[in-house]
């Protein structure tokens, strides 16, 4: 059994389905547009799962990357008191801020 041509995987059948499941509403043009990008789109990641990959390494990234990222070093930080001070509202050591929701 040979295989399915993209055409044939999928269908503006296909797509019309996907787009009610997702809410869409798509015009006849639409529908038939998606269909063929969608069909080069599948037809493309054959090609793609078709490459011979023996011995290629799996990366996650085509280049080297590093952390560019200064290191977490543990400084100073401000005094409690003098923040909660200039605080519009404190209470028990803590920001005190309008409730949002209800008594759980």
Request: hydrophobic letters at 45%.
């Amino acid at each position: 059994m040979s295989e399915p041509t993209p055409a044939a995987r999928i269908t503006r059948a296909d797509v019309e389905h996907v787009a009610r499941l997702a809410r869409l509403a798509l015009t006849d043009a639409e529908a038939e547009e998606f269909t063929e990008q969608l069909a080069v789109i599948l037809d493309h990641a054959d090609d793609v799962a078709g490459l011979d990959l023996d011995g290629v390494p799996a990366t996650a990234h085509p280049l080297p990357v590093t952390n560019v990222l200064r290191p977490d070093v543990r400084g100073e930080s401000l005094d409690r008191d003098e923040v909660l001070a200039a605080a519009p509202a404190a209470e028990d050591g803590r920001f005190r801020v309008p409730r949002i929701m209800g008594d759980a």
